[in-house]
């Protein structure tokens, strides 16, 4: 079993040179430690101090100076247009306020498939269409901001729908 030394980040290799792929959805591509096997039958150990976010395109570096593609297993997703730059802030200020993982894609917010937060989405004049796509969301930092609820969302993914309204 070979060892991931380092990942090189998509856009930074040839990855034509790739000796094997793995396909991760976002939630496998979000990790410390892995075994995983490419198509072609490479086994390889994931073990970092600190967990990573793999993104679709990434190159993981082997202890042999092999390269593996990470490839984004598409996933149902919901992606979102706002009529403005200033409804599109407001509508990742919604999404953000609800502790949901999203992806930036030029001037379209990616979520995962949520049909209450769909029709929030909508109700707030979005226009909200359904596609299959590798989900690469946002890097997400730790926050405390009052609610009083624990997170763990690597092992319990969850959405929160409070009883108050921060909208006001």
């Known amino acids: 079993m070979h060892r991931v030394s380092r990942i090189i980040p ?7 040179s790739a000796v094997d792929r793995v396909i991760l ?6 990790r410390r430690r892995i075994v995983l096997t490419g198509e072609s039958g490479t086994k390889l150990l994931l073990d970092f101090d600190k967990p990573v976010m793999l993104r679709d395109g990434d190159g993981l ?18 992606e979102i247009a706002a009529s403005s730059p200033r409804d599109f802030v ?3 200020w919604h999404l953000g ?7 930036i894609v ?12 769909e029709d929030m989405l909508r109700g707030l004049g979005a226009a909200v ?3 299959e796509a590798p989900f690469d969301p946002q890097a997400t930092v730790p926050h405390a901001h009052g609610h009083g609820h ?10 929160h729908h409070h009883g108050h309204d921060h909208d006001r």
Not at 25 to 30: F, I, K, S, T
Not at 151 to 158: L, N, S, T, V
């Open 10 to 16: 998509t856009g930074g290799w040839d990855i034509a």
């Open 25 to 30: 959805d976002a939630d496998d591509r979000q």
């Open 61 to 78: 570096v082997l202890d042999d100076g092999s390269v593996v593609l990470v490839s984004g297993l598409p996933e149902p997703l919901a």
């Open 90 to 92: 407001r509508l990742a």
């Open 97 to 103: 306020n609800r502790h949901t993982d999203v992806q």
């Open 106 to 117: 030029g001037e379209r917010i990616r979520i995962r498939r949520d049909h209450v937060l």
């Open 129 to 131: 269409i359904a596609i």
């Open 150 to 159: 624990g997170h763990a969302h690597r092992d319990h993914p969850h959405h």
